[in-house]
């Protein structure tokens, strides 16, 4: 399957990531030689195969709901880039 | 004496007869790390962590204070934790992941220096490090494998007594084989993931790297078992695994895959284990020949199933919660997000993440992310067929010896197919352990690996130690 660079510039949209046009470029290249690698992959037999998403018999994990202590605000914002009072600061979302 | 040079287990014996403390075990390491680190660059933030208050282990404890280094990418309460990336720059854990509170339980001291490794794990030689590459010990031209490498590198040069690494497609097996060490990566879920920060959730495991095979017993014995925080962790007895070590390779039933030492496999490689494993033969243990058909497709379905699991868990770094924020004060919030992750991450990181992205988008994950599952089930249905009539499988651990710093780095596809020998016991979820068995003329390590049923370590102690016992290459020391 063929990938171009406006595939990858949506793709990288999708991703949040700014790709230079030069990165563009070059990614699109490498890109597209990794797809034509796993290309091979259209070449086995899959009918009536399940997927293995967890590779592990366990599903549905469930425990009692006993509340516990959490983590104080001003730990969790202690990391925080940008922070106002006992909130995260991000640019304005809305006008 | 140098206590850098020891293995945990004869620390032990030397604490318990009063001749030393964890304190001159930590003592002897800084040492080793002041002379040696500056070539080797295992470690990430040398001079902050050797100022460090070291807040050591009890004498009496399981571990007696033994000190062990831990991944760039593995939580440690108030030490940074930054997955070698720009984009998590300055972040110290508001708490400390499971493995981490397991080991101070044990008793062990965390070494508070932090191991090189590819950007958030993702690579095969720690050159796509925002701290720049680690050296081999063996040949400082050549990488110490990757992802973890640092975790490698500095046990392989006295620079650790033991470490923990992680392993998603081969990143503590593939770096123990390049530096002459013993790395295991543990069946998927005897190990709690909780505080390792995340690259591909259905495939990471933490597992051991260390100087020989009873440490790497002695370490799983403390950080294995089922933790609540972890609802892929299984609740399964952990045994003690010290005690699988004298079980013998006698009447062992190992399987020898053809499809694993077919083109690729560097001759030297290839006649150095499969003297390894006439060695294991003379041991008594009994070998066939054995087919993984679908082995063949395990890169490209590694590649499509970590990287779209690696573009979801990558999401949530966006400049919001912690590390690197590009501050603009005129940009709009999704410009911010954008920029940050531009100049945060780095060029395999992005990479992934766009592969990963576009597996999953609309109109391409049923022919990518779909099609690598199914074939996923196939890769783990070969090695259920085999286990039912034999005990493991052995192969080489890299088809090669450790490369050139610089020689894959300009073509990722290259590097992703160094990873041919390790990627599918992640897909299948087995353990797997790397053990080494021989040099190359030029002095390089070989690894050999053994792969089992899940939980069922034991037997990998068992025949790695059998086979360790009839051998010296544990012994072998790099000239720094």
């Known amino acids: 399957m063929a990938i171009n660079e406006d595939t990858v510039k949506y793709v990288a949209h999708l991703a949040r990531i700014d790709l230079s046009p030069k990165e563009l470029e070059k990614l699109s290249h490498e890109l597209k030689e990794i797809l034509e690698f796993i290309d091979r992959l259209t070449k086995v037999d899959i009918k009536d195969i399940a997927p293995t998403s967890h590779i592990l018999p366990v599903n549905n994990v469930l425990r009692e709901d006993n509340p516990a202590a959490s983590l104080p605000s001003d730990r969790a914002l202690d990391n925080a880039p940008k922070r106002q009072g006992s909130f995260f600061a991000v640019p304005k979302v809305i006008e | ?480």
């Open chain 2, 1 to 480: 004496m140098d206590l850098s040079k020891l293995t945990a287990h004869e620390l032990t014996v030397k604490i318990d007869k009063g001749e030393i403390t964890p304190a001159d075990i930590v003592q002897s390491l800084k040492e080793r790390i002041k002379g040696a680190d500056a070539k080797n660059k295992a470690y990430v933030r040398i001079p902050d962590a050797l100022e460090a208050q070291v807040e050591t282990g009890k004498a009496d404890s399981a571990l007696r204070g033994v000190p062990v280094s831990i991944k760039d990418n593995i939580c440690t309460k108030g030490y940074n934790t930054e997955c070698c990336s720009k984009i998590l720059c300055g972040f110290k854990p508001p708490y400390d992941a499971t493995v981490i509170r397991k080991l101070k339980e044990a008793g062990a001291t965390i070494f508070p220096a932090k191991t090189n490794m590819d950007e958030f794990a993702f690579g095969s030689s720690t050159e796509n490090s925002c701290y720049g590459p680690t050296r081999n010990p063996w040949d400082p031209d050549t990488v110490p494998g990757g992802s973890s490498g640092g975790s490698a590198s500095a046990v392989a040069s006295d620079e650790a007594i033991m470490a923990l690494g992680s392993d998603t497609g081969g990143s503590i097996r593939q770096p123990a084989s390049f530096c002459g060490v013993v790395g295991l990566k543990p069946t998927y879920g005897r190990v709690s993931r909780y505080g390792l920060i995340a690259f591909a959730s259905s495939l990471d495991q933490i597992g051991p790297l260390t100087k020989d095979v009873r440490d790497s017993a002695i370490l799983m014995n403390a950080i294995s078992g089922h933790d609540p925080l972890d609802s892929t962790s299984v609740d399964i007895a952990v045994p003690d695994y010290t005690r699988a070590l004298e079980g013998g390779a006698k009447g062992v039933k190992i399987g020898i895959p053809g499809e694993y030492f077919a083109q690729g496999l560097d001759k030297e490689v290839k006649a150095i284990v499969e003297e390894a494993i006439n060695k294991l033969r003379q041991l008594g243990a009994e070998d066939a020949q054995v087919s993984l058909p679908n082995s063949q497709y395990a890169i490209p379905v590694y590649y499509i199933v970590a990287t779209a699991e690696a573009s979801s868990n990558l999401a949530r770094f966006d400049g919001v919660q912690y590390g690197f924020r590009k501050a603009d004060p005129k940009a709009a919030l999704i410009d911010m997000y954008k920029g940050t992750r531009r100049e945060g991450f780095g060029d395999e990181a992005k990479r992934r993440i766009i592969l990963g992205t576009f597996a999953l988008s609309h109109g391409y994950y049923d022919a990518y992310y779909l099609r690598a599952l199914k074939v996923r089930t196939l890769i783990k249905n070969d090695f259920d067929r085999v286990f039912s009539e034999f005990d493991c499988v052995v192969t080489p651990t890299s088809p090669t010896v450790a490369f050139k710093i610089g020689e894959k780095a300009a073509d990722p596809l290259a590097m992703y197919l160094s990873d041919i020998c390790t990627i599918s016991a992640n897909l299948a979820g087995i353990p797997a352990i790397s053990i080494p068995c021989g040099f190359t003329r030029k002095g390089l390590p070989v690894g050999l690996q053994i792969l089992a049923k899940p939980f069922n370590e034991e037997l990998l102690f068992r025949l790695a130690y059998a086979y360790e016992q009839g051998t010296d290459w544990h012994k072998m020391k790099p000239k720094l």
